[in-house]
């Protein structure tokens, strides 16, 4: 059957959304209003994560009830939602799932009885009772080993998240546990036999070598008297449900796993399995833990889980309150359009990696790409139709005698150039989208735009007017740019619906661009004579200087939107491990000077035949030459992340050889843990390679 499941995350309900969780739900809905543009029937899902002591604890501090709580939060992602045109009333989610829903809890509960009757791929009991010892932390709901907390300062204070760098709870009690170190093989053989499970690939690789390092039981119950807000264990109500076993479950019992209703009203098997999208932090949950359970459950596994990257400042610093560098949702929403703010996330994230979000950023390219760009291609190509061809579209042939005459002006008589052209990037974009490189495809259809935009600058059309005998050299010219601003509509419908359709309204079209499947599309269909619709510009360029000053200004005053007590787990920035260690000796300045350490940039980077733990880099150290440096750190480091990042060197170590190879220099990187795990040092603003650090 021809139908497509698209889920993002469910969000805590402890806190309000910002910006991170709009993102992917623009992510969500842009894949969701492709897929049902190409008629495939289309279910996308996003909603809140309702349990758990971290939202028993943000109600308690806000004196409210978790439900209360829960009803709170819901009420400010609804408000989002559908302010930035994301609800079912825009033709966005297709349900807001919430985990206190009552058929969830029926559909969670079938989920964990179906799990503890199976038995692992190595013939033992799926879940068993034993005794949880161990740290917790209740922001990330997940429990923490060795290596993910920083060490007390003081001897009997509890360890601090590294993530959040909130002290964790001593959990030490009886609790139900989840078989995990028996589904390492099935696991991998899942990862191996289907590449595209987990995306990018680079993520995929981290998630191997997690399973590689060998799985852990995971603890999937608390006590009732330690952590009440949740789903009780059937047939056990003194232990309730982990959280991410309640929270992963919501993807099927949503569509109707476990419960008539949802069955009879979506369909379970109709929409299974589905597109996981999720941030990098929560992958292991999705492609390790859900994999697992759903194998369990004999249930068939997701379509795909695919990570996508964090929002960082400008300064590619973490966005954070105390920093002040938040992006906030009721300044987006009071400043902006939706449709730029869907532009933006889609194109200046290169989907994976992180990306930067910021006010001016955001104004610079809704001004270059969008006022600048696609709107006054628009803009031009309809008013000079209005001006010259009575604001009917012209004719997109010249005739016979004509044809000379056109091809003194310049004007490429042969239609299929252009036709040409606009269809080779149709199928580049729609290739892009089915990737889900939003990014690549959003630069293919500015390749139209710029494309289009020189075709006329070309032609100059105000000067063919003039003539009468190149009415038509001129009509060709408008046909042309009209037939490409419908495809245009088209192809970006899913990205900027609201514009997409103001712009089709414009060219006098009926229907809609969100009905029209862009694999379908053919050129010279946009009918002669028909009239235009009221031209109007789609995309107003914004007074960067003005708007900036109002945010700023705006900022100092008290929020529209009031962050309510609840609002506790704004994230923080994190203290490194480095702050634990004591100085023990000291050196002077001039001990200091002795190291040279310069800024290089990885041009390219491999790994050494038979040499598990070595990379070859080329650096540009702003010199003559590239340098050759061997790192240590092909365990931590697929080689393609680290070709174009920015890198400390020190630049004055003596060459020596290692395998074969001359290091002339070594990579700065700080080492923790006890396996001493590097994270290689680098810049968050531009510098230029060779600059020295003193
Ligand atoms: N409740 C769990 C998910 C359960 S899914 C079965 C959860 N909730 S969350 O509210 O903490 O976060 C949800 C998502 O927001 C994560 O995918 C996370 O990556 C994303 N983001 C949080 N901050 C972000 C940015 N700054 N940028 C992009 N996404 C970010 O985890």
Request: net charge negative; hydrophobic share 40%; with cysteine.
């Amino acid at each position: 059957m021809n139908t497509f499941y698209v889920t993002t995350p469910i969000y805590y309900a402890n806190s309000l959304p910002h910006l991170g969780h709009l993102y992917t739900m623009i992510v969500g809905d842009t894949i969701a209003r492709a897929k049902r543009q190409r008629w495939i029937e289309t279910y996308f899902l996003t909603g809140t994560d309702e349990h758990g002591i971290n939202i028993e604890r943000a109600a308690q501090k806000a004196g409210r009830t978790p439900q209360e709580q829960a009803d709170y939060v819901v009420s400010y992602y609804k408000k989002m939602t559908s302010e930035f045109g994301l609800d079912t009333a825009h033709g966005g989610y297709d349900i807001f799932m919430r985990t206190t829903e009552p058929f969830h809890q029926q559909g969670v509960s079938e989920f964990w009885r179906r799990v503890s009757k199976a038995k692992t791929p190595k013939g033992n009991a799926a879940i068993y009772k034993g005794h949880y010892e161990g740290w917790f932390c209740a922001a990330c709901a997940a429990y923490k080993t060795e290596d993910e907390y920083h060490k007390p300062k003081n001897e009997g204070d509890p360890p601090a998240c590294l993530v959040h760098d909130t002290p964790l709870d001593r959990v030490s009690e009886e609790s139900y546990f989840f078989r995990l170190s028996d589904y390492d093989e099935a696991l991998l053989s899942v990862f191996e036999s289907r590449p595209d499970f987990v995306r990018p690939e680079y993520r995929r690789n981290e998630v191997i070598s997690f399973v590689r390092g060998g799985l852990q039981d995971l603890s999937i119950s608390r006590l009732k008297t330690s952590v009440s807000w949740g789903v009780p264990v059937p047939d056990d109500p003194a232990h309730t449900m982990y959280v991410w076993f309640d929270a992963l479950t919501n993807y099927i019992t949503a569509i109707g796993f476990g419960n008539e209703e949802r069955q009879k009203a979506v369909g379970f098997e109709k929409f299974w399995p589905a597109l996981h999208l999720v941030g990098k932090d929560i992958l292991r949950f999705h492609a390790v833990y859900w994999p697992a359970f759903l194998i369990a459950a004999d249930i068939e596994l997701p379509r795909a889980i695919v990570a996508h990257g964090m929002w960082l400042d400008p300064n590619g610093r973490k966005m954070s309150k105390t920093i002040g560098n938040t992006v906030e949702l009721d300044v987006l929403n009071k400043y902006f359009s939706t449709d730029a703010i869907r532009y933006f996330c889609l194109r200046e994230m290169v989907f994976g990696q992180d990306g930067r979000f910021g006010y001016e950023g955001l104004i610079d390219r809704a001004n270059s790409d969008l006022a600048s760009g696609w709107g006054n291609l628009s803009s031009r190509t309809l008013t000079m139709i209005a001006r010259y061809c009575d604001s009917r579209i012209p004719s997109g042939l010249i005739p016979e005698d004509k044809l000379l005459l056109a091809k003194r002006t310049g004007v490429d008589t042969d239609e299929t150039t252009v036709a040409g052209f606009i269809e080779h990037a149709r199928d580049q974009f729609v290739h892009h989208l089915d990737n889900l490189a939003f990014s690549k495809a959003l630069e293919t259809a500015w390749s139209v735009v710029a494309r289009v935009d020189k075709m006329i600058t070309d032609a100059k059309p105000w000067d063919l007017a003039k003539d009468e005998n190149q009415k038509q050299t001129l009509g060709v010219v408008l046909y042309r740019a009209a037939e490409s601003l419908r495809w245009l509509s088209v192809l970006l419908y899913p990205v900027m619906p609201e514009a997409s359709a103001a712009i089709w309204k414009q060219l006098g079209l009926g229907g809609s661009p969100a009905q029209l499947d862009p694999t379908q599309l053919k050129w010279g269909e946009l009918k002669e004579s028909a009239p235009i619709g009221d031209v109007q510009p789609v995309f107003p360029r914004m007074d960067k200087a003005k708007i900036i000053s109002e945010i700023t200004s705006d900022k100092t005053e008290p929020s529209t939107v009031a962050p309510g007590p609840a609002d506790t787990t704004a994230p923080v920035v994190h203290a490194t491990q480095a702050d634990a260690v004591g100085v023990t000796s000291f050196i002077e300045i001039d001990d200091f000077a002795k190291v040279d350490l310069r800024v290089g940039q990885v041009l390219t980077a491999e790994r050494v035949p038979k040499a598990d733990k070595l990379l070859l880099l080329k650096v540009d150290l702003g010199e003559e030459q590239p340098r050759q440096i061997l790192a240590g750190i092909a365990q931590y480091y697929e080689p393609e992340q680290l070709i174009g990042r920015k890198v400390v060197i020190v630049a004055n170590l003596k060459p020596r050889k290692l395998r074969g190879f001359e290091s002339q220099g070594m990579v700065v990187a700080a080492s923790y843990g006890e396996e001493g795990r590097p994270v290689i040092a680098t810049f968050t603003e531009d510098v230029p390679n060779g600059a020295r650090l003193k």
